[in-house]
């Protein structure tokens, strides 16, 4: 069974930077897109951002050239590392996986929590 464990979350200033790792188990890592998602109470969970097995990488408008999102398919991790970060960024942020052209796993991990506030 596919497992997602994230980390990295926490308060951070305005303008501040964050990084979130999330450790992957339970499937064939590098054969599947890895996607980040955000979700704020009372809301729909949104995508962030994706990274296919071949690097390339999709962002949502919100976070273009704040984002950026990494793989490390030996170590079967997902980065997100998160700059210049604003207040709506404050969510509860996951990852999932996906093989191409299918929706995510219907496993989803606990999530880390991104407070952006001064």
């Known amino acids: 069974q596919v497992q997602f464990v994230e980390s990295g979350g926490g308060l951070v200033q305005p303008g501040g930077s964050l990084r979130l790792s999330c450790a992957v188990s339970g499937i064939d890592f590098s054969s599947y897109y890895m996607s980040w998602y955000r979700q704020v109470p009372g809301k729909s969970r949104n995508l962030v951002a994706r990274?296919?097995?071949?690097?390339?990488?999709y962002y949502a408008e919100s976070v273009k050239g704040r984002f950026a999102i990494s793989r490390n398919d030996a170590k079967s991790t997902v980065v997100l590392q998160m700059n210049n970060l604003k207040p709506e960024d404050t969510a509860v942020y996951y990852c999932?996986?996906?093989?191409?052209?299918?929706?995510?796993?219907?496993?989803w991990g606990q999530g880390t929590q991104v407070t952006v506030s001064s």
């Open positions: 990274i296919s097995t071949g690097r390339a990488t």
């Open positions: 999932n996986a996906n093989l191409p052209s299918t929706p995510p796993t219907d496993s």
